[in-house]
């Protein structure tokens, strides 16, 4: 073993922060209301308590507990490790664990402990630990670390994670000890006394298990012993002498002590390899599996059963017995087995000395009795048999035993191996590393089991593994290598320290050390450092001489480990004797402080350091013999950052005991009690360490004036200002007197280049200078003097480092100070020149030069790497940027990291070379290393400049800012590199902001300022704040303070979105204010003197009807303005805003109520509106809300009154997609009750859910409600007429675009179907034939005349006949029975109905043909060429015309108003001849109806793209028909007219708002507001429907949606406008009302709302969009300010 190494001299330093310490927990606990306080768990009966804790049983863990153990405490301490990066944020963390509770706190110097978790548990805790589990994540290798706290009490384990999740793991056994390792968990089994009546010879049970996570099954450990004789055989660890001691994550290390032998042994814990586990489970492939084999396992299970159960608390013996007979039975009836298998034992015991001398049985059985999944009543749960599981009890020798297989009793197991079991595979393996040495020296009793194992390293970054040996008070100290191959460890030496208690200091890398005599010793390694001196503690072997003046304590001698003990054993007695200090206690006292006495009040006897604990970092307790602990820190090496860069330079290039001498040194005198204060470390360390290299400091005069604070450049005074800019004589004067002339003119500071001789540089020196007395001569004797240049050499690379943080500026100045001194002293010209120009004030303030001995020059070891020619690293960079070549430049690793990263970064893109940073760096860096020798670095740079490849630019660009953050440089670190160096990385920053790749870290994006890239990525906190398409951002609106705003069921659109598209004005409010109809609306009537109370009550309630018109119409506008806005709360109702029907009367506010009875109010008025209320409420919920069939049928309204709005939520539900949610059992639930509007909601909104994916479960339920559908012979069933409408749509809806046959036959028929006898099918029979145009419309959507398979139902033929007239024709298929019989009511004849057939049959053409410009359906639809025709069609019909010929001939559609007129034909735009017989009103309706119908197709043809043309056109023609409304309503012409007019007009405006869909446009508002006003009696409700949906679309969902132009989107768009809307709330003669909300799927998100990377809030931005290029425009580019609507993006480029 080698020897401890001593510092020459008995120096001291002085402990800070002295505090006494108590655990933070007691405290705590003090206060706990205890498990044992609380009654309630009396009261509770044990087994109700326990259930949940899958305790075994019960009776053992809740026996009395002694009070004595009751109070048992333990903590233990740990620098604190959050979130936080550790630099900040420095905190300790306390675990500490008494009787049930758990208390885990946090506190540091600057902020008192605070709980962070308490635990209280039912049954005493018997261990508390820390310990982190790994969870496979995803798919992949990579590993989640949880933190955890473990509480072990004696049947289970309770694991509580940082994140909140809580485990608790049954025990299968006792535990002796757990133990927390890089893996998870490692428990230690308790060996009970029947263990070995139990077990079958030979057969020891595993004694080490794991468990890797709480929810993992408890595994026994495997071990590989570095046995030679056994070729190292894997095993279970079964051997009940070895005990653990001590485990580590990093390395991941375990360390065990046998108890026989009396020896320490260091393993590595990793996982199992497949091999090692296949050995010990001795899988099938191997031929074994002799009887012997099977038998001995067969015992292995019952016994390991036996055991748990008898281990378990709550066990009893008897049950443990229940395989008794079995197993006497066969150890009775085989003494052969057991004799063979001894001997073979023995054999094994005797070859191995070196490991443990046990059997390592690798055998063992299904441990299924610890599996969690049991439950916990269960101790001993069933096993499934050994049959696979046939292990063999020892490897199968060449020498075999084949006697054995003939044994007579080869039968005997199948008896007892009946049952199947499966063996538990171990997890992690243990594989022996190295054992202590057994000398001869050593006797058996003498060594004992280490109390204290911890690692520690020294100041020169050697590792040692510590064990404290108590009874020998001696501190082993095994020193180990770590391989390259991590898991490989090697240990070289063993050292002895006497030493009574032992702690590490992590972060100074020192370790105290309490020696027997009581005093305290800093140790770094091996290396004795110096005493500690703690203020106002004496340690016992202080004596007099201590306190003398000189300190001439001689150093104890030095014990060879040989007569270590005995030395040791002979003071032991010391402890137990009063100190012999006190005698003394007086004059020690006054020689320290003896005000810190008088704060602690201390017992008579001087307490003394007793033992040590809780180290953290730097921070260690004290425990005194008085029992009380104090807490004191060991200073650091050094505060400065310049002082440790130094120190570690230093350490890099000198020899390790070099190294270790300066550093041990340097701790001594900055460390010395009373030592120097923060500012003097630099100007301490310079003394010292030029002192080290043998200079005189007190006769230098610059380190001379260190000490005295001598500012060290001497500033020039500065001129007095001029008046007169030009120069005069006295600069001249002024410059010539200057320092640096006077300085310059006497040395010349490069004689004769870099060749000069070294004799004329003497010579040039000392010319300079005063001759050199000898005084200023340098001692050779001193320590560091043979290595001055390498020390020079490094310390100049640090300067070099230094110049390349801007931050560090400062401190380079201080460094130049010693480097010029060293290079002038080392001579070396270059160097001094170097520092000179870049710090050209410290020429002056240095003019000594101290003599080095031309003898002792040769003693100096010149290292090959310091040349003449001195490294510069700004020159070496803009040598690079020029283009020249390059010698690698010299750096120290780990120091020199800026140069480094410059350096390469250079490399890689100014020079291009791809391989810099990883094959290349040679070429470019040269490493330093201590005792280098002369290397060749000549061919190196040759062979460089033969590569010379210039790559892309951009290619490196990128390459070098993924390099340089895998560096972890930030823009923090770019900021303080000086601006010219920074250029090149800058540039290369820019470039990849401008083009960014999708797959960079985040780390990345920071770097180049692209932070937006990342929030895109992660979904940062916005909700769904993809800054594409504006879905819902999740901001919250502000509060508004009137309570009734919040009603009306707009307050969640986003102001912050909002507010910026739509910065100038109100116009999100004043929508509000028009669409809102939770508040009375105002009644004003003036009473005229002859008009009586009674009559003014009544016309005011008149009034009243005709703005109600009005306020019912609104919800269908609000509907859309809200569009998928909010996210409703799961545990919340949707909040419905009321729809009020009442007003007030000015002046007096008085109350109009419809209810008073005073005038007829038409029967349901309100169903239909109530239902539009609760779809515009359904619709502000966003699609991707969360939202399930418990919270839709939570919705459901208690009163029988709100179902019809009940019913529009639902449908709302569907149209945003979530309907899909609804269990199908809620569905036929609400279809049962046959509440006609639920139905009606329901099936759109379920066949809205499922557009387009023929889905047959939804089919059956649409076709129950569609006799045509149902089977000729099934029951009739009485569908209302309104929901055989909706559940038309809905086939339409589900088999969209499908064209599937059957569908499209049944509802070609249908729109033709004729009345039947009795009343059905006679009333409303306009909406179900246009339901059924519009469905087949749908189904065979754009499919033109590709319609496959369905050639032989002449679809256009047919429809063409519904459309014109004519004959019926048979009907075809399933129906011709249901229509034998005429009606009785109407009178057809056999000609088909046009009136109620056109539109259908007209729409479906056009959706069939929709944009297929097949001009000769579209001249079908060209409007009569003759008079004599147009008088026998309807103008409505010519609107319907006009619309399908213009959507088929999508193409021609031209946004100007010539188009518009050109539908127009010929003979309605000539001039009239006066004498024919003209009805000129005819011709006035049919141009209104065909300019209107051509007005929608343009509107569609251009929905959502804010065309300027189109609607320029639209807005044009609006304003001439309100002209000539204005002009009619004067001239007081019929009603009829003026409602063709307002119908036309309507129309208009929603052509216009669908072009302008989501762009708020002003004009178009005003023309809605204008509309709002009008609420005479002709505007009825169906115009007032009409107009606030134009103002819907017009602010789609808040601006954020606008409508597409795909062919699904203009289907539901004609469902929805279709353009003859109801004449009062509950028409649906000629379109179902609720089909009006289908414009919602038309609706797309195309808002792109750019959001602030910093603040999270959406900004302006500009954008550049490119249209590709059509026939009618070339590509164009526009810029857009987001937030905007963008362009459909098909029309875009990319």
Same mark, same amino acid.
């Given at each position: 073993m080698s020897e401890v190494v001593y510092e020459e001299t008995?120096?001291?330093?002085?402990?800070?922060?002295?505090?006494?310490?108590?655990?933070?927990?007691?405290?705590?606990?003090?206060?706990?209301?205890? %498990?044992?306080?609380?009654?309630?768990r009396e009261l509770q009966p044990a087994s109700e308590l326990w259930a949940s804790d899958g305790a075994a049983g019960l009776v053992g863990s809740l026996q009395e507990v002694s009070l004595q153990e009751r109070e048992r405490e333990f903590w233990q301490l740990r620098k604190g490790c959050k979130g936080v990066k550790e630099e900040n944020v420095e905190f300790e963390e306390e675990l500490y664990a008494a009787g049930n509770v758990v208390v885990w706190s946090q506190g540091s110097r600057a902020q008192a402990s605070s709980v962070y978790k308490a635990f209280t548990v039912d049954s005493p805790v018997q261990q508390a630990l820390w310990c982190n589990f790994g969870v496979p994540h995803n798919k992949k290798d990579e590993e989640e670390v949880e933190h955890t706290v473990c509480i072990v009490q004696s049947s289970c384990v309770n694991v509580h994670t940082v994140t909140g999740k809580d485990f608790i793991s049954p025990l299968p056994f006792q535990v002796s000890n757990v133990w927390a390792t890089k893996f998870g968990l490692l428990m230690e089994r308790k060996n009970t006394a029947n263990d070995a009546q139990l077990s079958p010879p030979g057969e020891p049970l595993p004694t080490v298990f794991s468990m890797l996570h709480p929810l993992d099954e408890i595994a026994p450990v495997v071990c590989k012993p570095a046995g030679q004789f056994e070729g190292s055989r894997v095993q279970y660890v079964s051997d009940s002498t070895m005990k653990l001691v001590f485990t580590c994550c990093q390395p991941s290390i375990v360390v065990s002590y046998d108890t026989v032998q009396g020896i320490h042994s260091v393993w590595a814990l990793r996982k199992v390899t497949h091999d090692e586990r296949s050995t010990v489970l001795r899988c099938p492939a191997e031929p074994v599996g002799t009887p012997l084999s099977l038998m001995a396992s067969g015992f292995l299970t019952s016994h390991l059963r036996n055991i748990s159960r008898l281990d378990s608390p709550g066990g009893s013996g008897a049950t443990g017995h229940g395989l008794g007979t079995g197993t006497s039975g066969i150890g009775s009836s085989s003494p052969l087995h057991y004799s063979a298998l001894h001997s073979h034992q023995s054999r094994i015991v005797t070859s191995s000395p070196g490991?443990?001398?046990?059997?390592?049985?690798?055998?063992?059985?299904?441990?299924?009795?610890?599996?969690?999944?049991?439950?916990?009543?269960?101790?001993?749960?069933?096993?499934?048999?050994?049959?696979?599981?046939?292990?063999?009890?020892?490897?199968?020798?060449?020498?075999?035993?084949?006697?054995?297989?003939?044994?007579?009793?080869?039968?005997?197991?199948?008896?007892?191996?009946?049952?199947?079991?499966?063996?538990?595979?171990?997890?992690?393996?243990?594989?022996?590393?190295?054992?202590?040495?057994?000398?001869?020296?050593?006797?058996?009793?003498?060594?004992?089991?280490?109390?204290?194992?911890?690692?520690?390293?020294?100041?020169?970054?050697?590792?040692y593994l510590c064990f404290l040996v108590e009874s020998h008070q001696q501190l082993r100290c095994v020193k180990f290598i770590e391989n390259n191959d991590t898991s490989q460890l090697i240990f070289p030496s063993v050292t002895t320290i006497p030493a009574k208690d032992a702690e590490p200091l992590q972060n100074i890398d020192a370790m105290l050390v309490l020696e027997a005599c009581g005093s305290l010793v800093l140790y770094t390694g091996i290396t004795r450092v110096s005493k500690v001196f703690v203020p106002g503690l004496l340690s016992p072997s202080f004596s007099l001489t201590n306190h003398l003046p000189h300190r001439s304590t001689p150093v104890e001698t030095v014990s060879t480990p040989a007569n270590a003990g005995s030395r040791h054993l002979q003071r032991l007695d010391e402890d137990a004797m009063p100190s012999p200090v006190t005698g003394l206690r007086g004059p020690n006292i006054k020689h320290h402080e003896a005000s810190f006495l008088e704060d602690y009040a201390f017992p008579q006897a001087t307490p003394y350091i007793h033992a040590l604990r809780d180290p953290v970092c730097n921070r260690v307790t004290l425990e005194l013999s008085s029992g009380m602990?104090?807490?004191?820190?060991?200073?650091?090496?050094?505060?400065?950052?310049?002082?440790?860069?130094?120190?570690?330079?230093?350490?890099?290039?000198?020899?390790?005991?070099?190294?270790?001498?300066?550093?041990?040194?340097? &701790?001594?005198?900055?460390?010395?009690?009373?030592?120097?204060?923060?500012?003097?470390?630099?100007?301490?360390?310079?003394?010292?360490?030029?002192?080290?290299?043998?200079?005189?400091?007190?006769?230098?005069?610059?380190?001379?004036?260190?000490?005295?604070?001598?500012?060290?450049?001497?500033?020039?005074?500065?001129?007095?200002?001029?008046?007169?800019?030009?120069?005069?004589?006295?600069?001249?004067?002024?410059?010539?007197?200057?320092?640096?002339?006077?300085?310059?003119?006497?040395?010349?500071? !490069?004689?004769?280049?870099?060749?000069?001789?070294?004799?004329?540089?003497?010579?040039?020196?000392?010319?300079?200078?005063?001759?050199? $007395?000898?005084?200023?001569?340098? !001692?050779?004797?001193?320590?560091?003097?043979?290595?001055?240049?390498?020390?020079? &050499? #490094?310390?100049?690379?640090?300067? +070099?480092?230094?110049?390349?943080?801007?931050?560090?500026?400062?401190?380079? $100045?201080?460094?130049?100070?010693?480097?010029?001194?060293?290079?002038?002293?080392?001579?070396?010209?270059?160097?001094?020149?170097? *520092?000179?120009?870049?710090?050209?004030?410290?020429?002056?303030?240095?003019?000594?030069?101290?003599?080095?001995?031309?003898?002792?020059?040769?003693?100096?070891?010149?290292?090959?790497?310091?040349?003449?020619?001195?490294?510069?690293?700004?020159?070496?960079?803009?040598?690079?940027?020029?283009?020249?070549?390059?010698?690698?430049?010299?750096?120290?690793?780990?120091?020199?990291?800026?140069?480094?990263?410059?350096?390469?970064? *250079?490399?890689?893109?100014?020079?291009?070379?791809?391989?810099?940073?990883?094959?290349?760096?040679?070429k470019y860096l040269a490493k330093l290393s201590a005792g280098q020798k002369s290397c060749a670095t000549e061919p190196q740079i040759r062979r460089q400049s033969s590569v010379k490849v210039k790559f892309s630019s951009e290619n490196l660009a990128e390459q070098l800012v993924v390099w340089l953050t895998s560096q972890g440089f930030t823009l923090k670190d770019l900021e303080s590199v000086p601006f010219g160096v920074a250029l090149p990385i800058r540039e290369a920053i820019y470039r990849c902001r401008e083009q960014p790749c999708s797959d960079w870290s985040e780390e990345v994006c920071l770097l180049i300022g692209r932070q937006d890239l990342t929030k895109q990525a992660h979904k940062m906190t916005l909700a769904k704040s993809k800054p594409s398409v504006g879905s819902g951002l999740s901001l919250e609106p502000p509060?508004?303070?009137?309570?009734?705003?919040?009603?009306?069921?707009?307050?969640?659109?986003?102001?912050?979105?909002?507010?910026?598209?739509?910065?100038?004005?109100?116009?999100?409010?004043?929508?509000?204010?028009?669409?809102?109809?939770?508040?009375?609306?105002?009644?004003?009537?003036?009473?005229?003197?002859?008009?009586?109370?009674?009559?003014?009550?009544?016309?005011?309630?008149?009034?009243?009807?005709?703005?109600?018109?009005?306020?019912?119409?609104?919800?269908?506008?609000?509907?859309?303005?809200?569009?998928?806005? &909010?996210?409703?709360?799961?545990?919340?109702?949707?909040?419905?805003?009321?729809?009020?029907?009442?007003?007030? %009367?000015?002046?007096?506010?008085?109350?109009?109520?419809?209810?008073?009875?005073?005038?007829?109010?038409?029967?349901?008025?309100?169903?239909?509106?109530?239902?539009?209320?609760?779809?515009?409420?359904?619709?502000?919920? =966003?699609?991707?809300?969360?939202?399930?069939?418990?919270?839709?049928?939570?919705?459901?309204?208690?009163?029988?009154? /709100?179902?019809?709005?009940?019913?529009?939520?639902?449908?709302?539900?569907?149209?945003?997609?979530?309907?899909?949610?609804?269990?199908?059992?809620?569905?036929?639930?609400?279809?049962?009750?046959?509440?006609?509007? @639920?139905?009606?909601?329901?099936?759109?909104?379920?066949?809205?859910?499922?557009?387009?994916?023929?889905?047959? $479960?939804?089919?059956?339920?649409?076709?129950?409600?569609?006799?045509?559908?149902?089977?000729?012979?099934?029951?009739?069933?009485?569908?209302?007429?309104?929901?055989?409408?909706?559940?038309?749509?809905?086939?339409?809806?589900?088999?969209?675009?499908?064209?599937h046959r059957h569908n499209a036959e049944v509802l070609l028929s249908e729109i033709g179907r004729p009345p039947g006898p009795e009343m059905e099918y006679c009333t409303d029979r306009e909406s179900y034939s246009l339901a059924a145009g519009l469905a087949l419309g749908m189904v065979c959507l754009g499919h033109g005349s590709n319609l496959i398979g369905m050639t032989d139902l002449n679809v256009p033929e047919q429809l063409y006949q519904y459309m014109v007239g004519g004959h019926r024709r048979a009907q075809a298929g399933a129906n011709r029975e249901r229509h034998k019989s005429p009606s009785y009511q109407i009178k057809e004849g056999d000609t088909i109905n046009v009136d109620v057939t056109c539109p259908g049959a007209t729409l479906a053409l056009a959706m069939i043909y929709l944009k297929t410009n097949n001009r000769s359906i579209a001249d079908w639809l060209k409007p009569p060429d003759t008079l004599f025709l147009l008088d026998f069609?309807?103008?409505?019909?010519?609107?319907?015309?006009?619309?399908?010929?213009?959507?088929?001939?999508?193409?021609?559609?031209?946004?100007?108003?010539?188009?518009?007129?050109?539908?127009?034909? +010929?003979?309605?735009?000539?001039?009239?001849?006066?004498?024919?017989?003209?009805?000129?009103?005819?011709?006035?309706?049919?141009?209104? *109806?065909?300019?209107?119908? =051509?007005?929608?197709?343009?509107?569609?043809?251009?929905?959502?793209?804010?065309?300027?043309?189109?609607?320029?056109?639209?807005?044009?023609?609006?304003?001439?028909?309100?002209?000539?409304?204005?002009? =009619?309503?004067?001239?007081?012409?019929?009603?009829?007219?003026?409602?063709?007019?307002?119908?036309?007009?309507?129309?208009? /405006?929603?052509?216009?708002?669908?072009?302008?869909?989501?762009?708020?446009?002003?004009?178009?508002?005003?023309?809605?507001?204008?509309?709002?006003?009008? @609420?005479?009696?002709?505007?009825?409700?169906?115009?007032?429907?009409?107009?606030?949906?134009?103002?819907?679309?017009?602010?789609?969902?808040?601006?954020?949606?606008?409508?597409?132009?795909?062919?699904?989107?203009?289907?539901?768009?004609?469902?929805?406008? *279709?353009?003859?809307?109801?004449?009062?709330?509950?028409?649906?003669?000629?379109?179902?009302?609720?089909?009006?909300?289908?414009?919602?799927?038309?609706?797309?998100?195309?808002?792109?709302?750019?959001?602030?990377?910093?603040?999270?809030?959406?900004?302006?931005?500009?954008?550049?969009?490119?249209?590709?290029?059509?026939?009618?425009?070339?590509?164009?580019? #526009?810029?857009?300010?987001?937030?905007?609507?963008?362009?459909?993006?098909?029309?875009?480029?990319?």
């Amino acid at each position: 073993m080698s020897e401890v190494v001593y510092e020459e001299t008995a120096t001291m330093i002085a402990a800070g922060e002295l505090q006494s310490f108590v655990p933070f927990g007691r405290e705590h606990c003090r206060n706990h209301p205890n %498990a044992f306080n609380l009654q309630l768990r009396e009261l509770q009966p044990a087994s109700e308590l326990w259930a949940s804790d899958g305790a075994a049983g019960l009776v053992g863990s809740l026996q009395e507990v002694s009070l004595q153990e009751r109070e048992r405490e333990f903590w233990q301490l740990r620098k604190g490790c959050k979130g936080v990066k550790e630099e900040n944020v420095e905190f300790e963390e306390e675990l500490y664990a008494a009787g049930n509770v758990v208390v885990w706190s946090q506190g540091s110097r600057a902020q008192a402990s605070s709980v962070y978790k308490a635990f209280t548990v039912d049954s005493p805790v018997q261990q508390a630990l820390w310990c982190n589990f790994g969870v496979p994540h995803n798919k992949k290798d990579e590993e989640e670390v949880e933190h955890t706290v473990c509480i072990v009490q004696s049947s289970c384990v309770n694991v509580h994670t940082v994140t909140g999740k809580d485990f608790i793991s049954p025990l299968p056994f006792q535990v002796s000890n757990v133990w927390a390792t890089k893996f998870g968990l490692l428990m230690e089994r308790k060996n009970t006394a029947n263990d070995a009546q139990l077990s079958p010879p030979g057969e020891p049970l595993p004694t080490v298990f794991s468990m890797l996570h709480p929810l993992d099954e408890i595994a026994p450990v495997v071990c590989k012993p570095a046995g030679q004789f056994e070729g190292s055989r894997v095993q279970y660890v079964s051997d009940s002498t070895m005990k653990l001691v001590f485990t580590c994550c990093q390395p991941s290390i375990v360390v065990s002590y046998d108890t026989v032998q009396g020896i320490h042994s260091v393993w590595a814990l990793r996982k199992v390899t497949h091999d090692e586990r296949s050995t010990v489970l001795r899988c099938p492939a191997e031929p074994v599996g002799t009887p012997l084999s099977l038998m001995a396992s067969g015992f292995l299970t019952s016994h390991l059963r036996n055991i748990s159960r008898l281990d378990s608390p709550g066990g009893s013996g008897a049950t443990g017995h229940g395989l008794g007979t079995g197993t006497s039975g066969i150890g009775s009836s085989s003494p052969l087995h057991y004799s063979a298998l001894h001997s073979h034992q023995s054999r094994i015991v005797t070859s191995s000395p070196g490991i443990h001398s046990r059997v390592h049985s690798p055998s063992i059985s299904n441990m299924a009795a610890l599996s969690r999944a049991h439950s916990p009543g269960m101790a001993a749960p069933s096993f499934s048999g050994v049959a696979r599981f046939n292990t063999s009890l020892h490897s199968p020798s060449p020498r075999g035993h084949h006697g054995l297989l003939a044994s007579p009793n080869s039968t005997v197991n199948e008896t007892v191996l009946v049952p199947e079991m499966e063996p538990i595979i171990p997890d992690l393996c243990m594989e022996q590393l190295w054992s202590e040495a057994v000398t001869a020296g050593f006797h058996r009793e003498m060594s004992s089991q280490a109390s204290k194992v911890f690692l520690t390293s020294d100041l020169c970054e050697n590792h040692y593994l510590c064990f404290l040996v108590e009874s020998h008070q001696q501190l082993r100290c095994v020193k180990f290598i770590e391989n390259n191959d991590t898991s490989q460890l090697i240990f070289p030496s063993v050292t002895t320290i006497p030493a009574k208690d032992a702690e590490p200091l992590q972060n100074i890398d020192a370790m105290l050390v309490l020696e027997a005599c009581g005093s305290l010793v800093l140790y770094t390694g091996i290396t004795r450092v110096s005493k500690v001196f703690v203020p106002g503690l004496l340690s016992p072997s202080f004596s007099l001489t201590n306190h003398l003046p000189h300190r001439s304590t001689p150093v104890e001698t030095v014990s060879t480990p040989a007569n270590a003990g005995s030395r040791h054993l002979q003071r032991l007695d010391e402890d137990a004797m009063p100190s012999p200090v006190t005698g003394l206690r007086g004059p020690n006292i006054k020689h320290h402080e003896a005000s810190f006495l008088e704060d602690y009040a201390f017992p008579q006897a001087t307490p003394y350091i007793h033992a040590l604990r809780d180290p953290v970092c730097n921070r260690v307790t004290l425990e005194l013999s008085s029992g009380m602990m104090l807490r004191i820190s060991v200073p650091e090496i050094a505060t400065s950052e310049l002082v440790r860069k130094c120190l570690e330079a230093i350490r890099v290039i000198l020899p390790k005991e070099a190294a270790m001498k300066v550093l041990v040194k340097w &701790y001594n005198i900055y460390n010395a009690p009373g030592g120097p204060s923060a500012h003097a470390e630099w100007s301490l360390f310079v003394t010292c360490f030029m002192t080290l290299m043998g200079y005189n400091t007190e006769r230098l005069t610059w380190t001379r004036n260190l000490h005295f604070e001598v500012p060290l450049s001497p500033v020039i005074a500065a001129k007095k200002a001029r008046p007169s800019d030009g120069g005069s004589d006295e600069d001249w004067d002024y410059l010539m007197g200057s320092h640096y002339h006077r300085q310059m003119n006497f040395q010349p500071v !490069d004689s004769s280049g870099i060749n000069s001789t070294l004799a004329s540089e003497t010579e040039g020196l000392s010319s300079a200078s005063s001759p050199p $007395s000898p005084s200023l001569k340098l !001692d050779s004797s001193a320590p560091l003097f043979p290595h001055i240049p390498a020390l020079f &050499y #490094v310390l100049h690379l640090l300067y +070099q480092e230094l110049q390349l943080d801007e931050l560090q500026r400062a401190r380079a $100045s201080s460094l130049v100070c010693l480097l010029q001194q060293l290079a002038r002293d080392l001579q070396l010209e270059e160097y001094v020149d170097l *520092y000179w120009r870049d710090y050209p004030s410290i020429i002056s303030g240095f003019t000594e030069s101290c003599f080095i001995d031309q003898a002792l020059i040769a003693q100096m070891q010149r290292p090959s790497f310091l040349r003449s020619e001195p490294p510069c690293v700004f020159s070496w960079l803009s040598r690079c940027l020029r283009g020249e070549e390059n010698p690698p430049f010299p750096y120290l690793p780990g120091i020199c990291q800026r140069t480094r990263l410059l350096v390469l970064s *250079y490399a890689l893109y100014v020079i291009g070379d791809e391989n810099a940073t990883s094959t290349d760096v040679s070429k470019y860096l040269a490493k330093l290393s201590a005792g280098q020798k002369s290397c060749a670095t000549e061919p190196q740079i040759r062979r460089q400049s033969s590569v010379k490849v210039k790559f892309s630019s951009e290619n490196l660009a990128e390459q070098l800012v993924v390099w340089l953050t895998s560096q972890g440089f930030t823009l923090k670190d770019l900021e303080s590199v000086p601006f010219g160096v920074a250029l090149p990385i800058r540039e290369a920053i820019y470039r990849c902001r401008e083009q960014p790749c999708s797959d960079w870290s985040e780390e990345v994006c920071l770097l180049i300022g692209r932070q937006d890239l990342t929030k895109q990525a992660h979904k940062m906190t916005l909700a769904k704040s993809k800054p594409s398409v504006g879905s819902g951002l999740s901001l919250e609106p502000p509060a508004t303070t009137e309570a009734d705003e919040e009603e009306d069921g707009m307050s969640d659109i986003i102001q912050e979105v909002t507010g910026l598209i739509w910065s100038q004005d109100l116009r999100v409010q004043e929508v509000r204010r028009l669409l809102q109809s939770s508040r009375p609306v105002r009644v004003s009537v003036v009473q005229l003197p002859e008009v009586s109370d009674h009559e003014y009550i009544e016309e005011k309630e008149n009034k009243l009807l005709q703005l109600c018109q009005r306020t019912m119409a609104l919800p269908v506008g609000r509907g859309l303005f809200t569009l998928f806005s &909010y996210h409703p709360v799961p545990t919340e109702p949707l909040p419905v805003p009321k729809l009020n029907l009442t007003g007030r %009367a000015p002046p007096r506010n008085t109350v109009v109520d419809l209810n008073s009875g005073n005038i007829d109010v038409p029967p349901n008025m309100t169903s239909w509106p109530s239902f539009h209320n609760g779809v515009a409420a359904g619709l502000k919920i =966003a699609p991707a809300s969360q939202v399930d069939s418990a919270w839709i049928a939570y919705n459901k309204p208690k009163s029988p009154e /709100l179902a019809n709005e009940y019913a529009g939520f639902l449908m709302a539900l569907g149209l945003n997609g979530h309907l899909t949610k609804l269990a199908t059992l809620n569905i036929h639930d609400y279809l049962t009750k046959g509440h006609e509007m @639920t139905s009606i909601g329901l099936l759109l909104g379920v066949s809205s859910a499922k557009l387009g994916t023929m889905d047959m $479960s939804i089919t059956r339920l649409l076709s129950i409600h569609i006799p045509a559908l149902l089977p000729p012979t099934s029951t009739e069933l009485d569908v209302p007429h309104n929901v055989q409408v909706a559940a038309v749509i809905g086939i339409g809806l589900v088999y969209q675009g499908t064209g599937h046959r059957h569908n499209a036959e049944v509802l070609l028929s249908e729109i033709g179907r004729p009345p039947g006898p009795e009343m059905e099918y006679c009333t409303d029979r306009e909406s179900y034939s246009l339901a059924a145009g519009l469905a087949l419309g749908m189904v065979c959507l754009g499919h033109g005349s590709n319609l496959i398979g369905m050639t032989d139902l002449n679809v256009p033929e047919q429809l063409y006949q519904y459309m014109v007239g004519g004959h019926r024709r048979a009907q075809a298929g399933a129906n011709r029975e249901r229509h034998k019989s005429p009606s009785y009511q109407i009178k057809e004849g056999d000609t088909i109905n046009v009136d109620v057939t056109c539109p259908g049959a007209t729409l479906a053409l056009a959706m069939i043909y929709l944009k297929t410009n097949n001009r000769s359906i579209a001249d079908w639809l060209k409007p009569p060429d003759t008079l004599f025709l147009l008088d026998f069609i309807k103008p409505e019909f010519l609107l319907l015309r006009t619309l399908a010929r213009c959507i088929i001939m999508w193409d021609e559609i031209l946004p100007n108003t010539n188009w518009v007129k050109s539908n127009i034909p +010929q003979i309605m735009r000539g001039t009239f001849d006066p004498s024919e017989d003209i009805n000129m009103e005819t011709m006035a309706q049919a141009q209104d *109806y065909i300019t209107a119908g =051509a007005c929608l197709a343009l509107g569609l043809r251009f929905a959502g793209s804010a065309n300027s043309d189109a609607f320029d056109c639209l807005f044009n023609l609006a304003r001439t028909q309100m002209t000539i409304i204005s002009v =009619a309503g004067t001239a007081a012409v019929g009603a009829h007219t003026f409602y063709n007019l307002q119908t036309c007009l309507s129309m208009i /405006l929603l052509a216009m708002s669908m072009v302008m869909s989501g762009t708020g446009n002003l004009k178009v508002l005003q023309i809605c507001r204008f509309f709002h006003k009008r @609420t005479g009696g002709e505007m009825n409700y169906g115009f007032h429907m009409a107009h606030h949906m134009a103002l819907g679309l017009l602010f789609l969902g808040g601006g954020r949606y606008t409508l597409s132009t795909s062919n699904s989107a203009i289907a539901a768009l004609l469902c929805a406008l *279709y353009p003859h809307f109801p004449a009062h709330s509950t028409d649906n003669r000629y379109h179902l009302q609720a089909l009006r909300h289908l414009a919602v799927l038309a609706a797309e998100p195309r808002l792109l709302v750019p959001v602030d990377v910093d603040s999270l809030k959406p900004c302006y931005a500009l954008l550049e969009v490119t249209y590709k290029e059509t026939k009618w425009y070339d590509e164009t580019t #526009v810029e857009l300010m987001a937030p905007t609507l963008l362009p459909e993006l098909h029309l875009l480029n990319g």
